[in-house]
């Protein structure tokens, strides 16, 4: 949406800021957006190595249920914070069910040379308007992310859950961090044009139209961003109710020097998680989807499947599109109802070859240790740079050596999967959430990698360990900033 090998995890430092309400004027700030198509770190300290930021959204603050948390795990020394609306700083309160952390997204928005993240509380009560939503910047430094400023809310009155979902990325090519914002009511996103200041103010607003339902439990689902047509401006990948085709769908809207348009969307493969990368080195990237059901839609396999739909310069519907599942040749398992394999997902070079890797959570598999264990797959890119192929790939659950605790029931390993070298080494670390341990606790297993292969972590990362309340169900590790 993002962890750390021998972490340490020492407290961070803190800092505060003013909160401020962001609002619009000319953008002032140069910022460096996430190159599109392909995978990067965020760096909210500065230090040169990734950070890993994750959601404890149901956590207890001060005795208020579901109030929500973000866990910030830095990469190389190990430390950790633990951010909430009562951290310093940071803006309004935390109360009871606002959900703070719905949906988090990375980006340097105020071009300073520090990461920061954007973070919802889909559930925040706004004045009298119950659930209306809210949405946050914390920004970085050389301390780690401190403090923030609330992105303003441009329609209150029109929808509920503001913030709840999120995507960072340059939709038009100028150099500066564009936030995109939707909610899970409303098929409108808000997009609010790079130039971020602490002091409130963005680069400008508009809104895109994508042909989504709306209304409660429709709306969007998920934002992406990438290169798919290789313009060199990131794309914007929408997700949500099909009122037609009564299923999520998948729209790409292009970018260009005016951002993204309404009417300028090519449909694509239902699924929905995606990823973008350039998977086969063609300069195009690629989308992937999750198909994480056992049928009811176009794609659908026994147990779940993951697409990828390459990218093309006409945009990637035009694009040959690859299909996995446990039963393709080579892939570990098979397909069972209720996998759900393809649940999340996300790419990175993990063996160090220079060609991307898929990693592919299955938080519903069944294994020795009960129902709904959970299993994290490995595709690997080919030698010759051709895709990501089947042969070679790898299941990780935590009965496998290197992997902390064991597998049991109702863990759900694999609830969310994160690629980053959290260690400076060149090779990508595999960070996986299991949100179902200990009793809907959660967990986070940031397996480094080595280089024979191997993928190893000392311990596992609990609520415990960071400083959340073990109250109610916290679910950490069910969601990474990507």
Do not use: C
């Not at 207890?60 to 929500?68: H, M």
């Not at 997700?239 to 969307?265: I, K, M």
């Not at 898929?358 to 740079?385: F, K």
């Not at 959290?422 to 967990?443: F, Q, R, T, Y």
């Amino acid at each position: 949406m993002h962890k750390r090998l021998g972490l340490t995890l020492a407290t961070a430092a803190a800092a505060t800021l003013t909160g401020g309400l962001l609002t619009l004027s000319a953008a002032t700030a140069t910022a460096a957006p996430t190159p599109g198509g392909t995978t990067a770190d965020a760096d909210f300290n500065g230090d040169g190595i990734g950070d890993v930021a994750t959601t404890a959204t149901r956590a207890y603050v001060d005795g208020k249920k579901a109030a929500g948390e973000i866990v910030v795990l830095y990469g190389g020394g190990g430390e950790h914070t633990t951010i909430s609306q009562n951290s310093p700083g940071v803006p309004g309160a935390a109360e009871t069910e606002d959900y703070f952390g719905s949906d988090i997204a990375w980006g340097d928005f105020d071009g300073d040379g520090y990461d920061d993240l954007a973070t919802g509380a889909g559930g925040e009560d706004v004045g009298s308007d119950t659930d209306g939503g809210t949405a946050v910047i914390l920004w970085g430094s050389a301390s780690g992310l401190h403090g923030g400023t609330t992105v303003k809310d441009p329609r209150p009155t029109e929808h509920d859950r503001f913030g709840g979902v999120l995507e960072a990325a340059d939709l038009n090519g100028d150099g500066h961090v564009d936030l995109a914002l939707g909610t899970s009511t409303s098929a409108t996103v808000d997009i609010y044009r790079g130039g971020f200041t602490r002091s409130g103010s963005t680069g400008g607003h508009y809104t895109l139209s994508p042909p989504i339902q709306s209304g409660d439990g429709d709306g969007l689902r998920n934002l992406h961003s990438g290169d798919a047509n290789g313009d060199g401006i990131e794309d914007l990948v929408v997700n949500g109710y099909d009122s037609a085709d009564s299923y999520d769908a998948n729209y790409w809207f292009p970018g260009s020097a005016s951002g993204v348009r309404s009417g300028t969307s090519q449909k694509l493969p239902a699924g929905f998680v995606t990823d973008v990368g350039d998977t086969d080195g063609d300069g195009y990237g690629d989308i992937v989807y999750g198909i994480a059901w056992d049928n009811g839609i176009a794609g659908a396999r026994k147990g779940g499947a993951v697409l990828i739909g390459h990218g093309t310069a006409n945009g990637p519907a035009h694009g040959d599109v690859q299909s996995f599942d446990q039963d393709t040749a080579g892939v570990p398992g098979g397909g069972e109802t209720g996998d759900s394999f393809g649940a999340e997902l996300d790419l990175g070079d993990i063996n160090g070859d220079g060609h991307l890797d898929l990693v592919v959570g299955s938080p519903g598999e069944n294994l020795t240790g009960g129902t709904d264990t959970g299993a994290v797959t490995i595709l690997y890119g080919a030698a010759d740079g051709s895709g990501i192929t089947g042969t070679g790939a790898r299941m990780i659950d935590q009965d496998t050596p290197g992997v902390p605790n064991s597998d049991e029931n109702a863990d759900f390993f694999g609830s969310d999967v994160h690629v980053d070298d959290l260690n400076g080494d060149g090779l990508d670390d595999v960070v996986i959430g299991a949100s179902g341990e200990n009793g809907d606790n959660g967990a986070v297993y940031a397996l480094r990698s080595g280089s024979d292969g191997s993928l190893t972590a000392p311990s596992g990362i609990y609520p415990s360990t960071v400083g959340v309340s073990g109250s109610g169900t916290p679910l950490l590790g069910n969601n990474f900033a990507d």
